[in-house]
């Protein structure tokens, strides 16, 4: 056992020897109840993910991510290459429309804009996209882009860029709002400006809060399947082009799937919906890694 151990054991042991009984209930009490609280949040997810494991782990091969969805639905076999690699193409596309301009929104609305009217009347905008049903935006985007330039992934994108938006905006202030003024004030004194001291004190100092709004954004806009039923039809096919032609998603094909009563179209759906959890898990992981040497090299 190392000093340092012995230092917290000692430190552990006197902190328990002048507690007072109630106070030690009390603690008892509340380290039960967050207990509980974790594994009733637990629970459901993981009873959750190992029902999709194993009802879709079955049709999951090498075909499944390179072949075209199949010509008759009601039969086995294909795979959901367009819809994956859609999936990951309109939620790019969402991403990089939505997070920017919702990470600038966020710095205007704490950094500049305050108390101020401007500020108040975004946030309460915010605000209101946020409660917004997702077939709503998707029947905006419908009529404002896709009956104008067709069924694209780029519909797709600006729907799910709608919906992104409001929670970039808001888990993005509350991060700003986290990191402390005497940061802000010592970067000052060094003479740097207000937009140097935003982007080299303020932003790395939030960025993990950040990272897990954007991570929240897009696990969300990568399930929506309202807005992508007006938006970007169903192609079979694989198309890599954005702005020509229909496209396929995962969530869709989850949803078309899902409400077929043949067997085979039943498993595509439970594979779907597998491998479009494994997406958010493996881009929530990068995200977390990335995010976790950032912090390391501001903190170094």
Known sequence: ???????????????????????????????????????????????????????????????????????????????????????????????????????????????????????????????????????????????????????????????????MLPIVIRSTEEMLKLVPDELRQASYALGNRKWRTIVTVVLPSAFGGIVSGVMLAIARAAGETAPLIFTIGAARKLNLDLFNGPMNALSLQIFKNASSSFPAATERAWGAALTLIAIVFILTVLARVVSARVARKHNA
């Open 1 to 163: 056992m190392t000093d340092t151990q012995l230092v917290r054991d000692s430190d552990r042991l006197l902190l328990e020897a002048t507690m007072s009984r109630s106070r030690r209930v009390r603690n008892g009490m509340a380290s039960v109840w967050m207990l509980g609280s974790v594994l009733v949040a637990l629970v459901p997810l993981a009873v959750v993910i190992f029902y999709v494991v194993s009802k879709g782990l079955s049709v999951i091969n090498g075909d499944w991510f390179t072949k075209d969805l199949p010509a008759i639905t009601t039969k086995p076999g294909g795979g959901m290459g367009p819809a994956i690699v859609g999936t990951l193409l309109i939620t790019a596309g969402a991403a990089v429309m939505a997070v920017p301009l919702g990470i600038l929104g966020a710095i205007y609305l704490h950094e500049y804009g305050g108390p101020g009217r401007l500020a108040s009347i975004v946030r309460t905008m915010a605000d209101v996209m946020t409660g917004v049903p997702s077939i709503v935006m998707g029947l905006f985007v419908y009529s404002t882009w896709t009956l104008a330039f067709g069924l694209n992934g780029f519909g797709g994108s600006l729907a799910l860029a709608c919906l």
